[in-house]
Nanobody
Framework: QVQLVESGGGLVQAGGSLRLSCTDS????????LGWFRQAPGKEREFVAA????????YYADSVKGRFTISRDNAKNTIYLQMNSLTPEDTAVYYC???????????????WGQGTQVTVSS
């Protein structure tokens, strides 16, 4: 079972960058598809990005394509979300997620992290 812990959130000005990290303290990291979701105040949680178990396949929401990059390092049991050209609309709690199938892109998630706040000021 994976146990996910996010880090790297914070406050940044519009146009800036942040890198989120998600580390697994469990022992099954490399078997899972991993991804990021976000939830803004008053809105539903939404898919942001996902990466296949080997790291060779990546998927993005249209709203972040070209600005965000997801990657994983199985040797470190860690995935990353590099976020560039941030806008106030990116303000949300960002959650790391693990799922054994590509249904993660549709919101099917087996394990959630606790979330990390990202705030983008205008």
């Amino acid at each position: 079972q994976v146990q996910l812990v996010e880090s790297g959130g914070g406050l940044v000005q519009a146009g800036g960058s942040l890198r989120l990290s998600c580390t697994d303290s469990g022992r099954a990291f490399s078997r899972y598809y991993l991804g990021w979701f976000r939830q803004a105040p008053g809105k539903e949680r939404e898919f942001v990005a996902a990466v296949t178990w080997g790291g060779g396949g990546t998927y993005y929401a249209d709203s972040v394509k070209g600005r965000f990059t997801i990657s994983r390092d199985n040797a470190k049991n860690t995935i990353y979300l590099q976020m560039n050209s941030l806008t106030p609309e990116d303000t949300a709690v960002y959650y790391c997620a693990a799922e054994e199938t590509l249904l993660i892109r549709r919101g099917t998630v087996e394990v959630w992290g606790q979330g990390t706040q990202v705030t983008v000021s205008s």
